[in-house]
Nanobody, 124 residues
Framework: VHLVESGGGRVQAGESLTLSCAAS????????VAWFRQAPGKEREAVSC????????DYADSVKGRFSASRDSAKNTVYLQMNSLTPEDTAVYYC??????????????????WGQGTEVTVSS
């Protein structure tokens, strides 16, 4: 299993970015796939999780209404559209594949494969 994030960069507050998580070795449609982020000096926090078979998507309160996760099964890729970015969104963003049993989508322990991360920097 291999997950590769891309799309990070440096933007101004209020701008948008779209992150991609390209998967190999699995079909992304068969698993819940989450986005986490980790800011310097802080713990890794859950941002969103799209359930397998697109049953639903969860979001952290801090990003609701601004971020949107989606999945393209044909490209075997999961996306995170991020709008109205603020400096508080600055972090390294990771995608993660759920293990066979996911009880709490916000817990890092529920995921067994992670990408290497892509850095997002938002300046004011």
């Amino acid at each position: 299993v291999h997950l590769v994030e891309s799309g990070g960069g440096r933007v101004q507050a209020g701008e948008s970015l779209t992150l991609s998580c390209a998967a190999s070795g699995i079909r992304v449609a068969d698993y819940a796939v989450a986005w986490f982020r980790q800011a310097p000096g802080k713990e890794r926090e859950a941002v969103s999780c799209i359930s397998k078979n697109d049953i639903g998507t969860d979001y952290a309160d801090s990003v609701k209404g601004r971020f949107s996760a989606s999945r393209d099964s044909a490209k075997n890729t999961v996306y995170l559209q991020m709008n109205s970015l603020t400096p508080e969104d600055t972090a390294v963003y990771y995608c993660a594949k759920s293990s066979s049993i996911l009880s709490t989508w916000t817990s890092v322990s529920g995921y067994d494969h992670w990408g290497q991360g892509t850095e997002v920097t938002v300046s004011s």
